[in-house]
Nanobody, 128 residues
Framework: VQLVESGGGSVQAGGSLRLSCLASKYSFSEVYMGWFRQAPGKEREGVAV????????????YYADSVKGRFIISHDNAENTVYLQMNSLSPEDSAMYYCAAAGRRFLPAPLQPSEYDYWGQGTQVTVS
């Protein structure tokens, strides 16, 4: 599995950014894909996760409390890409953002980084 993030950058407080995660070389019929972030001196934390399946089931989403109402995670099946739309950004959102994947039907804690097997290299988001 290869995950490649893009879309990070610098933005002023109150602004928006959209992160993209292109996934390739995987054949999961069910997968959790998510965004995590890590600021200097802090532990990596879950931001938003989406459950994706080949069968016709709802695409459940999970959000950290700190981003609910501001961030939206989505998946484009044709592009095999997961997006994170980030609005109303604040300096507290500054971090390295990572895309991750876990090819399982059920995760007991979808926002927990330890649940994930595959990680991208990360993209930096800086809010000033």
């Amino acid at each position: 599995v290869q995950l490649v993030e893009s879309g990070g950058g610098s933005v002023q407080a109150g602004g928006s950014l959209r992160l993209s995660c292109l996934a390739s070389k995987y054949s999961f019929s069910e997968v959790y894909m998510g965004w995590f972030r890590q600021a200097p001196g802090k532990e990596r934390e879950g931001v938003a996760v989406i459950y994706i399946a080949d069968i016709d089931v709802p695409r459940y989403t999970y959000y950290a409390d700190s981003v609910k109402g501001r961030f939206i995670i989505s998946h484009d099946n044709a592009e095999n890409t997961v997006y994170l739309q980030m609005n109303s950004l604040s300096p507290e959102d500054s971090a390295m953002y990572y895309c991750a994947a876990a090819g399982r039907r059920f995760l007991p804690a979808p926002l927990q980084p330890s649940e994930y097997d595959y990680w991208g290299q990360g993209t930096q988001v800086t809010v000033s």
